[in-house]
């Protein structure tokens, strides 16, 4: 069973500044990771993905994240943040080699951007 | 794009009654839609895999007898509450993922049902 620790439930941080929001998970078989945003009042969106491949992954509105096999983890970053960058990430990790693809998902991430 | 749609988006009920919660994929087909419960301030639980055609897939601890799901169309998967108290009082979302996409594709989420039992 896959199963995905988020290590922070708040990040505050200052506009333009970087941000990091920590993902690690487990699974005995390969993963597909994934992170989410879900802003208020609305369902959640993709940022990006990891199938395979290159480890760093680009995703929108300038996100990125690397997974790192070795640490089991994904973390997500940004070099600048906005105002509008505040809402709550997901990360997700869905079995690799199952069917359904279902996903399970972190604890979540409330990534506050102050002015 | 790819649009999600819930209804209701929020429905507050007795005790006792049962509620219904519409998922529908609006511009795509989904063999594969996924039920979530969410709680305020916390994650996503899964709660079943619903299969087009055939009988949803419940994660543990979940009652499949309290929580009804039907996927009858290729566009629509429905979750009932069945008698539902207080503490089902949640957050539901839906999702699902284009047909013939496997599990590395991307899920396309509801903007989720708030369900308030009184």
């Known amino acids: 069973a896959q199963s995905v620790t988020q290590l922070d439930s708040q990040v505050p941080v200052f506009e333009e500044a970087p941000v990091e929001l920590r993902c690690n998970y487990s699974?005995?078989?390969?993963?597909?990771l994934f992170w989410y945003v879900q802003y208020p009042n609305q369902g959640l969106q993709l940022l990006l993905k990891?199938?395979?491949?290159?480890?760093l992954v680009k995703g929108i509105n300038g996100f990125e994240a690397e997974f790192n096999k070795s640490q089991t983890s994904f973390h997500l970053r940004k070099p600048s943040v906005h105002i509008s960058d505040t809402a709550e990430y997901f990360c997700?990790?869905?079995?690799?080699?199952?069917?359904?693809?279902?996903?399970?998902f972190g604890q979540g991430t409330t990534l506050q951007v102050k002015p | 794009g790819a649009v999600v749609s819930q209804h209701p988006s929020w429905v507050i009920c007795k005790s006792g009654t049962s509620v219904k919660i519409e998922c529908r994929s609006l511009?795509?087909?989904?063999?594969?839609m996924f039920w979530y419960r969410q709680f305020p301030k916390q994650s996503l639980m899964l709660m079943a895999t619903?299969?087009?055609?055939?009988?949803?897939?419940?994660e543990q601890g979940v009652e499949k007898d309290k929580f009804l799901i039907n996927h009858a169309s290729l566009t629509l998967s429905t979750l009932t509450v069945t008698s539902a108290h207080p503490e089902d009082s949640s957050f539901y979302i839906c999702?699902?993922?284009?047909?013939?996409?496997?599990?590395?594709?991307?899920?396309?989420f509801g903007e989720g049902s708030r369900l308030t039992v009184l």
């Open positions: 999702s699902a993922r284009k047909a013939g996409q496997g599990a590395g594709g991307e899920l396309f």
């Open positions: 699974s005995s078989v390969s993963v597909y």
């Open positions: 990891y199938l395979s491949g290159s480890t």
């Open positions: 997700a990790v869905s079995d690799g080699s199952g069917n359904t693809g279902k996903l399970i």
């Open positions: 511009d795509f087909q989904a063999t594969t």
């Open positions: 619903s299969n087009e055609g055939s009988k949803a897939t419940y």
